[in-house]
């Protein structure tokens, strides 16, 4: 048996505002620059959600890469559009035409022409990570009505291929693709299109629920820890809804399982999603079980981002 893959662990956004307020950032990380400065010396990995409801920006890019030092790797969560969501005509392009009495759309009603520029700006807007060998994967987290049929499979190969060669991690929400009588399918379609599969830690027992299923289909593997509040998970805001603190004791059910990820991946990216100053909280905790196990997930860059390091407008335009 080869090695262990690497393992990185991160949280799902350093810009949260629960997580700004939460006191985990020193006095002097006041802004998002420099928070990011601060978060890239606690951790080798982050997601970036915010891309979820803007469209990402190609200066935001060259920012995020001079702000972080070398090995610092960031995951970008695909446009809401991209997956199905329903979006915001204000967060659409101004030159994409959209129905005048729509405050959000569905894919469908755009112009096919549409949908392909709005995926030329997403990716465009990446290549700045891509060139720095920062962009770690793009996640395309499927709402929770997206259940395993042939025409949903032809809808993820789409999104790889205009992807290509970035890896496309899949995270599905719908029971359909994780009961028994699919799963095994599940599996056999990522695996056979090298689509990394999104593990997830979620509520359970609750109408929707996902299981904490572990497959590996690609070279990257992934997990994705959204908290356990079953009590507000459908009922309260988004914010309730992650407000939650993981016990060491339900951390450490997942030991073994990144055990056995990284056993047969190259790189296994943990994703905490739980907002506050749990998410950072439970990210170390989970390094430090990991660890006592003898799993060494690999700590933040040693060399800090210089500060004033940034390019000016003009130079972030050239790269």
């Not at 006095?27 to 010396?41: G, I, K, N, V």
């Not at 700006?121 to 499927?142: I, K, S, T």
Request: hydrophobic share 40%.
């Amino acid at each position: 048996m080869r090695g262990l893959g690497e393992v990185l662990i991160g949280t799902a956004s350093w810009t949260d505002p629960s997580l700004a307020k939460s006191g985990w950032y020193p006095p002097e990380a006041s802004s998002p620059a420099d928070r990011l400065r601060y978060y890239a010396t606690r951790f080798p990995l982050v997601e970036v959600d915010s891309t979820y409801y803007f469209l990402p920006s190609e200066r935001n890019s060259v920012l995020w890469v001079a702000r972080t030092p070398p090995g610092f790797v960031f995951n970008i969560k695909a446009f809401s559009l991209l997956t199905g969501h329903p979006t915001k005509t204000a967060a659409l392009p101004k030159d994409v035409a959209t129905p005048a009495d729509k405050k959000r759309v569905y894919p469908d009603a755009l112009d096919p022409k549409a949908i392909d520029t709005i995926w030329d700006r997403f990716l465009g807007a990446l290549q700045p990570l891509d060139r720095a060998g920062r962009l770690g994967a793009v996640l395309f987290q499927f709402p929770p009505w997206f259940g395993i049929s042939r025409s949903n499979k032809l809808t993820i190969l789409d999104c790889a291929r205009r992807c290509h060669p970035w890896p496309a991690a899949v995270e599905l929400r719908n029971p359909s693709w994780f009961n028994e009588e699919n799963w095994a399918e599940t599996v056999d379609f990522l695996e056979g299109h090298d689509l990394p599969f999104v593990c997830v830690d979620m509520p359970q027992g609750l109408e929707g629920s996902v299981p904490p299923r572990v497959a590996v289909t690609s070279e990257l593997a992934m997990v994705r820890f959204h908290g356990r509040n079953a009590e507000e998970w459908n009922r309260g805001s988004v914010e309730s809804r992650y407000d939650y603190g993981y016990r060491p004791d339900e951390l450490a059910e997942w030991v073994p399982r990144i055990q056995e990820m990284s056993a047969q991946a190259e790189r296994t990216h943990v994703l905490m999603n739980n907002h506050g100053h749990h998410a950072p909280r439970n990210g170390a905790d989970l390094a430090d079980l990991l660890r006592a196990a003898g799993t060494n997930p690999q700590a933040a860059p040693s060399v800090p981002a210089r500060p004033g390091a940034e390019p000016g407008p003009d130079q972030a335009t050239l790269l």
